[in-house]
């Protein structure tokens, strides 16, 4: 097994992961394990992305995965500031219902 | 045996189409939003698959850092009024509806399929002249140089898009709780590494897939964080100043696409040895107008006339 294989391999592992985590997407039950499946995949990404530079020989993929690193807390800050409330709010409801 | 690769592929294409279907059938808006979120981040992965490290990166800067937000923050507005229990067709419109789609789906695949498999493009006129573009990326060579005319348009469609914007109403100030100390000190960490990285992506540009764009993506990232944790923007700021900046992108690149004209040079030529000179003055102020353009339009509207100004005015 070359070193690329290997490296491909792992990625391949990550992405599995990745796909896992989706059932909590959809499952939920709160919106706060649905956005959490969201941000890991902001960590598996910046893994898959370092694994792929090494493996396809892109450096240029590790900036991708700088940038990945960077924002992935942004869109969790959008979340706790504008949505999570309201969202709880409207589960609390449903369950009373 | 099958390689790591491919089936690397086989699972990221598998994985698209069904994101794709749930996040469209999902009748839980927030529950698309995060499939949206998720979408676009294995889209980023998709560019790269292709070998198209300058558009994942953008992919990435713009969907991790913008849309994502974007999305959640609209969402967020609609707040109870979501719930949008549309009554499904008839089965006769469901059907023409699908067939229609689905003949749609097969002319698509019928010109993807009729294409050569092997296309050089202009790749090769491209990197022939690479030499003369000033810059050693090839995409910014082309976005910048060959192709100017194309990214100054885009300018052109991004002002515009902030002058629709503006044009529909103010900003609302948007109710959420007060920053914690855990937000306050994220935002304090992050802000200068996102002006840095903002910086690095700009600077890389000539040399490797990066530039205005990326740059400016990941600077509204910044813009949009501040906004989120209530960081007020400087009033004083919110005038001429906001709207120079906001300009100052399309109306520096037609300076200079004017500028350079004359003699037997043609809208956009640059004169021999001042290329790389040119392309990074244009491409520094392309960061900081994408940056506020995009931030100015997570922001939704345009800046409320700020009460004290009012008053000034009304006392005069």
Redesign the interface.
């Known amino acids: 097994m070359t070193m690329s294989?290997f490296y491909?391999?792992y990625?391949?592992f990550l992405?599995?992961t990745?796909?896992i985590s989706?059932i909590r997407?959809?499952r939920?039950p709160t919106?706060g394990d649905?956005?959490l499946?969201?941000q890991l995949?902001?960590t598996s990404?910046v893994g898959?992305?370092l694994l792929?530079g090494r493996?396809?020989e892109?450096?240029?993929?590790w900036?991708?995965a700088?940038?990945?690193a960077?924002?992935?807390?942004?869109?969790a800050?959008?979340?706790?500031?504008?949505?999570w409330?309201?969202?709880e709010q409207?589960e609390a409801k449903s369950d009373a219902s | 045996m099958i390689?790591?690769?491919s089936?690397?592929d086989l699972?990221?294409i598998i994985?698209l189409l069904?994101?794709a279907w749930?996040l469209l059938s999902a009748r839980d808006l927030?529950?698309a939003t995060?499939?949206f979120?998720?979408y676009g981040?294995?889209m980023?992965?998709a560019w790269?698959?292709l070998?198209a490290?300058d558009v994942?990166?953008a992919e990435?800067?713009i969907g991790?850092?913008i849309t994502?937000?974007l999305v959640?923050?609209a969402?967020?507005?609609f707040?109870?009024a979501e719930s949008d229990e549309a009554e499904p067709g008839s089965l006769w419109l469901r059907g023409l509806v699908a067939s229609a789609a689905l003949g749609l789906f097969a002319l698509l695949g019928w010109a993807v399929w009729s294409l050569p498999t092997e296309m050089a493009g202009l790749k090769a006129q491209v990197f022939e002249r690479m030499g003369e573009s000033g810059v050693e990326n090839p995409v910014t060579g082309v976005l910048l140089n060959f192709r100017a005319w194309d990214t100054l348009l885009e300018m052109a469609v991004l002002f515009l898009a902030v002058l629709g914007a503006w044009s529909l109403g103010e900003a609302e100030e948007?109710s959420?709780?007060a920053?914690g100390e855990s937000?306050l000190a994220?935002v304090r960490l992050?802000i200068p590494?996102?002006v840095l990285?903002s910086g690095y992506?700009l600077w890389?540009g000539e040399t490797?897939?990066?530039g205005a764009f990326?740059g400016g993506a990941?600077l509204a990232?910044g813009f949009?964080?501040l906004l989120?944790?209530?960081v007020r923007p400087i009033p004083s700021l919110m005038g001429w100043p906001l709207r120079a900046a906001l300009g100052s992108g399309f109306a520096l690149f037609l300076v200079v696409a004017v500028a350079v004209t004359g003699g037997s040079r043609m809208l956009l030529e640059y004169p021999p040895g001042w290329e790389k000179g040119l392309i990074l003055l244009i491409e520094g102020v392309l960061t900081l107008a994408i940056a506020v353009t995009l931030g100015v339009l997570f922001a939704g509207g345009r800046p409320p006339a700020s009460p004290g100004a009012g008053k000034r005015g009304e006392k005069r």
């Open positions: 294989e491909f391999g990625a391949l992405l599995l990745v796909a989706l997407v959809l939920g919106s649905r956005m499946s969201a995949f902001g990404g898959i992305l792929l493996g396809m892109m450096p240029a993929l900036d991708v700088l940038v990945f960077l924002l992935a807390a942004v869109a800050v959008a979340f706790v500031q504008r949505v409330k309201s969202g409207k | 390689s790591a690769l089936l690397f699972v990221l994985l069904w994101l749930h927030f529950r995060v499939l979120i998720t981040l294995l980023s992965l790269v698959r070998k490290p994942a990166l990435a800067a991790a850092g994502g937000a959640l923050v969402l967020g507005r707040g109870e948007p959420m709780p920053p937000l994220l992050l590494l996102i990285v992506l890389l490797a897939p990066g990326q990941v990232s949009v964080l989120l944790a209530g």
